[in-house]
């Protein structure tokens, strides 16, 4: 299998975020990546491939320009690692007007606390250079492919970043193979996929289905519940499938199958997974109780609806075990 990773994720390194209870180290480090890779890289069955740049235009299909620029240009021309900017002051849900500097633009754009660095917008680029290199992987033949984004892209919206996402790395994907047939989106990530969500809302691009902790308790809070459905022409492609805490592989993997029904009656050419490994039942930011084997039996029955996939790495936090989930989860892959 080709896996798709670039070390340029290693320019963007917060050292904290803030929280409720106060700064705590960032969960979302470089380490994460590193790990898969160090973990795949052992095995010859898959092929770590640095992926070509990714010309940035090709964002303005997902994101709005204004947002594009803002993250372009909040650092240019600082050296990575100089400085950190993290949004405290959010306009009310009515968005106010946009301030005309970019450092205030922070807020603006911002929906939580996820910090800025002077290497956020070249690691993001990189990270969606993996997806966009995945997608036309499927498009040359391959079955499967893994695209080892970091940061991570789920939660980005259309003119929004939060989450520890800048780009939505799995909505370009999508809009890449959607010009050569229909494409289904299907996310696992412990938290829900708002950002890609929010891109695909309106538009029948693409169907969305999203597992995901019950948003009632959980990040992000405001998106997730089973009503929203779509809206226009994208009326009946979002269907998320909230879960309580302490949902196990029996439980989950129930879901799965119910999600994978809708899949299959939409009958997409190419399937997007965003895969989060936060699922895990060790990951210090879920509460679920999914062990390896369940992860595992995940990426079977996925296999087992037979579309080109491109898996997209999200969220996953258990450092520890973080190389032994993906490992899991992409071994079913391996023709």
């Known amino acids: 299998m080709k896996v798709f990773y670039s070390p340029a994720h290693h320019i963007h390194d917060p050292q904290s975020e803030f929280t409720s209870s106060g700064p705590i180290p960032y969960p979302e480090c470089a380490r994460r990546a590193s790990e898969i890779a160090n973990t795949l890289a052992a095995d010859p069955a898959f092929v770590l491939t640095i992926p070509e740049p990714l010309d940035p235009t090709v964002l303005n299909t997902i994101h709005d320009e204004g947002f594009l620029h803002f993250l372009a240009q909040i650092y240019a021309g600082i050296a990575p690692h100089s400085a950190e900017l993290t ?33 956020s917008w070249g690691a993001a680029l990189a990270a969606a250079s993996a997806a966009s290199a995945g997608a036309t992987c499927l498009l040359n033949g391959a079955t499967a492919a893994y695209a080892l984004c970091r940061p991570p892209g789920h939660h980005a919206g259309r003119d929004y970043f939060g989450g520890y996402c800048y780009l939505n790395n799995a909505a370009l994907a999508a809009a890449t193979l959607a010009a050569h047939g229909r494409v289904a989106i ?8 708002n950002g890609t969500q929010d891109i695909f809302y309106d538009s029948d691009r693409a169907l969305f289905v999203s597992i995901h902790a019950d948003p009632a308790y959980q990040y992000p809070l405001y998106w997730g519940y089973v009503d929203e459905t779509g809206t226009g022409a994208g009326q009946g492609l979002t269907c998320n499938f909230p879960l309580p805490a302490a949902t196990d ?3 989950y993997l129930s879901t799965l199958d119910q999600a994978l029904t809708t899949i299959a009656a939409y009958d997409p050419a190419f399937l997007v997974l965003s895969a989060g490994l936060d699922l895990y039942t060790q990951d ?15 990426g079977e029955r996925i296999r087992h609806i037979r579309k080109p996939t491109l898996i997209v790495q999200e969220g996953g936090y258990c450092l520890e075990k973080l190389g032994a989930a993906a490992r899991a989860l992409l071994d079913a892959f391996i023709c």
Do not use: E, K, M, N
Not at 91 to 109: E, F, I, K, S, V
């Open 87 to 119: 949004p405290t002051t959010f306009p009310l849900r009515g968005r106010g007007q946009r301030p005309p500097t970019l450092r205030a633009q922070a807020g603006y754009y911002g929906f939580d606390t996820t910090p800025l660095t002077p290497g």
């Open 186 to 193: 299907l996310d696992i990530d412990y938290h829900h996929g």
């Open 249 to 251: 592989d029996s439980g």
């Open 284 to 298: 210090p930011l879920g509460d679920w109780l999914v062990s390896l084997d369940g992860i595992g039996g995940i």
